[in-house]
């Protein structure tokens, strides 16, 4: 039992024998619920538009209060409103819980999974394979050419196994890209509005998970009718029908600066 702790306190081994006490202790403290989930996101709450009785969750889902549209195209932060009191955040890029590939654990290839997790097995596999090497040299500390080829070596050996560890775990811990306004481009829309034109119109988009977002929409100024003509008369411009409310139409491009999609009728005949 000496030769044991002799071992565990002496060099190399003692390097890794204290961080394993806390890794340790930290781990009991999750299992008691002392710290809660080992990997929280954020949850900040934005204000959402002029108007909105709402507020806007940093995962990605907004909240509305009423039937107030929320213009928030016009400030980068998205095309959201709460329709029928639950909406769905249609921000273009980045909604600030995105957690990128780099840091210092993926530039040495141990991404992807929780830093606790990675750092835990490194941890824990660098003492075991510090232990052995120690173990094997004579036990103790042993000589300094020796207990640097230990060191040496369970940090190599650490690092493979932490590798082939977290393999089948970035697929549990792999999140998913974060809603883009184009994902709405090929979808169908219901025109909310009275018409569409070049500077004005709004329409409701449903998403793949079945919520709605309300969003704005514009029309090219050739496929409008000069005012007061009718749509497709002679010597117009008009070469599709007018958008009205209820109508249906195709989003089939984004306009990044304006945060607005253009939009065509679907299904009618001029």
């Known amino acids: 039992m000496s030769e044991f702790i002799d071992t565990v306190l002496g060099f190399p081994t003692a390097l890794f024998s204290f961080s394993l006490v806390v890794v340790a202790a930290y781990w009991a403290l999750v299992l008691l619920g002392g710290l809660g989930h ?4 954020t949850d900040g709450h934005t204000g959402a538009g002029a108007g ?7 995962h990605g889902h907004f909240h509305g209060h009423g039937g107030a549209d929320v213009h928030g195209a016009a400030h980068g932060h998205g095309a959201a409103h709460g329709h029928g009191g639950h909406g ?20 040495i290839g141990l991404g992807g999974v929780p830093a606790t997790i990675t750092l835990s097995l490194l941890i824990a596999l ?15 500390t042993p000589a300094t050419p020796l207990a640097a ?3 040496a070596g369970a940090l190599a050996a650490a690092w493979l196994g932490t590798r082939l560890a977290i393999v089948p775990l970035r697929r549990v811990f792999r ?5 883009s306004l184009r994902d709405f481009v090929g979808r169908t829309c219901v025109i909310r509005t009275g018409r569409v034109g070049v500077d004005f119109g709004q329409a409701e988009v449903t998403a793949d998970d079945g919520s709605s977002a309300i969003v704005q929409v514009r029309r090219h100024a050739l496929d409008l009718a000069p005012e007061g003509a009718p749509d497709g008369a002679p010597g117009g411009t008009a ?6 409310a209820g109508s249906t139409a195709l989003i089939f491009d984004f306009d990044p600066d304006g945060q607005f ?8 005949t001029p």
Do not use: C, I, K, R
């Open 239 to 244: 070469v599709e029908p007018a958008l009205t």
């Open 175 to 179: 999140e998913e890209p974060p809603a």
């Open 149 to 151: 080829a230990v060191l």
């Open 52 to 58: 909105g009785g709402g507020h806007f969750h940093g």
């Open 126 to 140: 660098a003492w075991f394979a510090s232990l052995a090497g120690s173990v094997l040299a004579g036990g103790g």
């Open 261 to 268: 999609f253009w939009v065509m009728p679907y299904g009618q």
């Open 88 to 107: 769905h955040d249609a921000s273009d890029g980045s909604d600030g819980h995105e957690h990128g590939p780099g840091g210092p654990l993926a530039a």
């Open 38 to 41: 080992f990997h929280a996101g």
